[in-house]
């Protein structure tokens, strides 16, 4: 489905440019005839490709206001003298290509961004670099839009003084692909997006989400690489997202997830790797997502369920070297493990069926222990906390009795 | 001097215990790691030997050794030698022979199957506690002259290292769990040498799981340089004080 969009977009961009032979094209630069971009966009009709030769540019903001075809050659500068919004688009059709976009303004006040996108509809901004922008690319009611092979670069102190990089604010049907973010307080920012797919993206050592999802729903994000965010990846009050193929990795601290899924309903966790993150995933009023064929790899905790997540069910996935794999905070479970590889599993498989035939329990005594009082952490892998481990396996009381994967795979998956 | 640990060691080479400690070593390390396919799992294993074996092995042993060579020492004080140098040659003796047999035991299956910095920072910690427990074990044993009643203390100190001050820690932690005991913590683990060398280890192996806001503390601590350099020479100081103790009193005890 996804797919057929995307090559509709392809034929209709190559049916508008075949519908423009006779539009013009416009060459900007220190000895054409136009010396400044917004010059030759004034002076441009709807269709026409506007040329521009390698060179800096200090216009304040460019005003992108009909359907033109704005393309760098050899990467142009266009500077906003850490003033300026950088270039606005507000026609549809629009394309902008090949450019190098540097030092916007900063404001708390109103949202500066290196390229922002008005209410239009079919824009493809592609092959860029933004440095040292407030908001990188900015979507504001934009539909079926394309940010491509993009490459984005902040330099956040903090929360406050920095921006989102690729921010999408009530949109439709976008397409986010290849782009590489970091330094932004948020890699890429969802807000009301719906139908929108985001591909191959890297997004790194962002102030606080490496992407960050609120009341999106139905979008799916599929073979990105989220490491080093100093938050990981949120994702919030949503339902029908489909997280595919995606690596969560070095994700550290406190409060600091792969990925962290609040108030998220039917939604499809497959494929992903989790590596060295203090938490891979966090449940927290989750309802009905399905987790399967991901591997979890030397992670703090593989997973955190908090007891209001009901009705998940976690399948097919490989816990390999994790400290915890699972905790929770209650004793109430409403979810579904079933036919995982655990590595601490120490059970038998009399039958031969690939399955061990005693049930494991994924969460250890001592998590618990550690969920009601973190500094306890220190006597982990003692001799005492080792005695509680095996004390609890022969007598449960602590750890809630149902979370129990009945169906625990011999082998490792292979994935 | 060196003719005497010369001596020692000779002895207790040929000593069938040592033997038989360092096969069965050898055995865990080989097996633990040929068995698993996962290196990790492997040196987790090793980490339950290297915390709780290799103490108790250390400190019996070395007691036990101490009172059976009371006859030897006593020929050696009646020649014209240091007290002093007959003690640390002693010392010197059993550690060195205990090294060895922790070196080949376990030293070489991690170096050949897992050599990684956790695997090295394993067997530095099984080295070093292996020379802290023989120092505790010279202090234990000089102090009392009954020999059962020296094992009996051996064996309670090893309890107590390894088992009781984690009771008492955890026991602390839940009683004054309203107040922020992360740096009190620090303090309390540099009082016992399992704990500090378990640390060490963890900051390798669990450093996701460490990350956590307490773990960071343990983790800024512990894992910055000065933080290591410290926690070493508390280390050398476990190593070193029971030592000095021990001495003084042989020097002043009428054999």
């Known amino acids: 489905m996804k797919f057929n969009r995307w090559i509709a977009i392809l034929f209709m961009l190559a049916g508008t440019y075949t519908n423009c032979v006779n539009a013009a094209s416009l060459l900007v630069g220190k000895s054409q005839q136009y010396k400044l971009i917004q010059q030759a966009i004034n002076a441009a009709k709807a269709g026409d490709t506007i040329l521009v030769s390698p060179g800096v540019y200090k216009e304040q903001t460019i005003v992108i206001n009909k359907t033109i075809f704005l393309i760098g050659i050899q990467y142009p500068i266009i500077d906003g003298e850490h003033t300026y919004q950088i270039i606005s688009i507000k026609a549809n059709n629009v394309l902008v290509k090949g450019f190098k976009l540097m030092h916007s303004g900063t404001s708390s006040l109103i949202d500066i961004a290196g390229i922002k996108v008005y209410d239009a509809k079919n824009v493809v901004i592609e092959d860029n670099f933004l440095e040292d922008t407030f908001f990188g690319i900015f979507l504001q009611g934009a539909t079926n839009c394309t940010i491509k092979n993009n490459n984005l670069k902040a330099y956040a102190k903090t929360d406050q003084q920095s921006a989102n990089g690729i921010h999408c604010w009530k949109c439709d049907s976008l397409y986010i692909i290849g782009n590489t973010v970091t330094g932004h307080r948020d890699g890429i920012y969802f807000e009301f997006v719906t139908h929108s797919l985001i591909w191959r993206n890297r997004s790194f050592k962002n102030s606080r989400y490496g992407l960050h999802f609120m009341f999106s729903h139905n979008d799916a994000y599929i073979a990105n690489i989220f490491q080093k965010n100093s938050a990981g990846v949120s994702v919030m009050f949503t339902h029908g997202v489909k997280m595919f193929n995606n690596v969560f990795e070095d994700n550290w601290g406190d409060g600091c997830y792969g990925i962290f899924l609040k108030e998220i309903t039917d939604s499809h966790i497959s494929g992903n790797t989790f590596l060295r993150n203090t938490t891979g995933i966090f449940f927290e009023g989750a309802t009905r997502i399905v987790v399967e064929k991901n591997t979890f790899i030397k992670n703090g905790w593989a997973a955190k369920i908090q007891a209001n997540s009901i009705q998940n069910t976690i399948s097919n996935n490989n816990f390999l070297a994790n400290s915890f794999d699972i905790a929770t905070n209650g004793s109430l479970v409403e979810n579904t493990f079933n036919k995982n590889y655990w590595d601490k599993y120490e059970g038998y498989d009399l039958n031969k069926d690939g399955f061990g035939d005693v049930p494991y329990h994924p969460v250890s005594m001592f998590s618990m222990i550690v969920a009601e009082n973190p500094t306890t952490m220190i006597l982990f892998r003692s001799f005492m906390a080792t005695l509680f481990d095996k004390t609890e396996k022969i007598l449960p009381s602590l750890t809630p009795e149902n979370l129990v994967d009945k169906l625990p795979y011999m082998k490792p998956l292979r994935l | ?255």
């Open chain 2, 1 to 255: 001097m060196i003719k005497i640990i010369k001596y020692v060691m000779a002895d207790i080479l040929r000593n069938k215990i040592i033997i038989a400690y360092t096969i069965f070593l050898l055995v865990i390390g080989m097996s633990v790691f040929n068995l698993e396919d996962n290196t990790t799992k492997g040196l987790l294993s090793l980490l339950n030997i290297v915390l709780i074996v290799v103490p108790l092995v250390c400190i019996i042993f070395s007691t036990i050794y101490v009172y059976n060579s009371a006859e030897f020492v006593e020929l050696l004080v009646s020649q014209p030698l240091q007290r002093k140098h007959i003690w640390l040659s002693l010392f010197c003796g059993i550690a060195l022979a205990l090294v060895l047999a922790f070196f080949i035991g376990i030293g070489l299956p991690v170096l050949l199957y897992s050599f990684s910095a956790t695997g090295i920072i394993l067997v530095a910690v099984g080295l070093m506690l292996t020379v802290i427990f023989v120092a505790i074990a010279m202090l234990a044993a000089v102090k009392t002259r009954d020999k059962a009643k020296g094992i009996g203390i051996a064996v309670l100190l090893w309890l107590y290292f390894s088992l009781l001050f984690d009771g008492l820690i955890l026991f602390i932690l839940f009683q004054f769990s309203d107040y922020p005991l992360e740096n009190f913590m620090l303090f309390l683990s540099t009082l016992n040498p399992v704990d500090i060398g378990r640390i060490f280890i963890l900051l390798k192996m669990d450093v996701s799981a460490l990350m956590g806001y307490t773990g960071a503390i343990f983790q800024n601590f512990f894992g910055t340089l000065p933080g290591m350099i410290t926690a070493t020479i508390v280390m050398l100081l476990w190593m070193v004080l029971p030592l000095y103790f021990s001495l003084r009193i042989f020097n002043r005890k009428d054999l």
